[in-house]
T-cell receptor, first 111, second 114 residues
Framework: KAGVTQTPRYLIKTRGQQVTLSCSPI?????VSWYQQTPGQGLQFLFEYFSETQRNKGNFPGRFSGRQFSNSRSEMNVSTLELGDSALYLC??????????FGSGTRLTVV | GESVGLHLPTLSVQEGDNSIINCAYS??????FIWYKQESGKGPQFIID?????DKRQGQRVTVLLNKTVKHLSLQIAATQPGDSAVYFCAENEGNQAGTALIFGKGTTLSVSS
C-alpha cells in the first residue's frame, strides 16, 4: 500500500512569489491535513480537508490556502512568500480522524 | 493557546538501556494522545497512542503512560537500539465536531550510542 506522497521534495522560491505543494493521500483516506515544521515553532497545524471541504484551520495568515479534489488529493498554496515561510511542509492523511500517516514533506526555501 | 510540551530537548542513552521521554500537556479536555518518531529527512511516524480513559498502553518495546491528575504523558522505550535515535513528539488531537488538528510538543531528540 503506497504511503502519503508529497511533491516536490525540495523547492526554492524568491520572496514575493507564490508556491503550490501537492499531496496524494493513502488510497481510501478522505482526510488530509497540512502542517508546517520549523526549528523555532516546531510542528504547527495549517488546515484539514475532508471530502473537498476545509474542516478545520490553524492560526496562519490568509496567504496560506489549500484545497482538496474529488480523488482526495490535496494542494496547498502560499502566496506572496516571505523568508519566514521557509519550512518543511508536511501532509498527513487519515481514514478515521485519529491515526494520521505523514508524508516525507516538501522542503521550501524562500530566498 | 493551550499546547503540548516536552520536558527535555535532548536525551542520550546507551544501547540496551531503557529510555523515558516525558511530555506535559495543558488542555485537560484532551482525550487522545499520540507519540510520533521523526527521523532525519522523514515525516513523523506513529508509534503509539492512548485515550484519556486509559492509564497505560503497551506496544512492541514501547509503553505510554498517562497521568491525568498532573497532565503528564510519557513514552518508555525498552532495550533502546541505535535505530531508535530520532526526534520524538507527543501530540494531542484537538478533535471537535468541525474537524481535527494535532497539536504537537516541541520534541525530544533521543541519541543512542552503542
Amino acid at each position: 500500500k503506497a504511503g502519503v506522497t508529497q511533491t516536490p521534495r525540495y523547492l526554492i522560491k524568491t520572496r514575493g512569489q507564490q508556491v503550490t505543494l501537492s499531496c496524494s493521500p493513502i488510497s481510501g483516506h478522505r482526510s488530509v491535513s497540512w502542517y508546517q515544521q520549523t526549528p523555532g515553532q516546531g510542528l504547527q497545524f495549517l488546515f484539514e480537508y475532508f471530502s473537498e471541504t476545509q474542516r478545520n484551520k490553524g492560526n496562519f495568515p490568509g496567504r496560506f490556502s489549500g484545497r482538496q479534489f474529488s480523488n482526495s488529493r490535496s494542494e496547498m498554496n502560499v502566496s506572496t512568500l516571505e523568508l519566514g515561510d521557509s519550512a518543511l511542509y508536511l501532509c498527513a492523511s487519515s481514514q478515521n480522524r485519529n491515526y494520521y500517516t505523514f508524508g516525507s514533506g516538501t522542503r521550501l526555501t524562500v530566498v | 493557546g493551550e499546547s503540548v510540551g516536552l520536558h527535555l530537548p535532548t536525551l542520550s542513552v546507551q544501547e540496551g538501556d531503557n529510555s523515558i521521554i516525558n511530555c506535559a500537556y495543558s488542555n485537560s479536555a484532551s482525550d487522545y494522545f499520540i507519540w510520533y518518531k521523526q527521523e532525519s529527512g522523514k515525516g513523523p511516524q506513529f508509534i503509539i497512542d492512548i485515550r484519556s480513559n486509559m492509564d497505560k498502553r503497551q506496544g512492541q518495546r514501547v509503553t505510554v503512560l498517562l497521568n491525568k491528575t498532573v497532565k503528564h504523558l510519557s513514552l518508555q522505550i525498552a532495550a533502546t537500539q541505535p535505530g531508535d535515535s530520532a526526534v520524538y513528539f507527543c501530540a494531542e488531537n484537538e478533535g471537535n465536531q468541525a474537524g481535527t488538528a494535532l497539536i504537537f510538543g516541541k520534541g525530544t531528540t533521543l541519541s543512542v550510542s552503542s
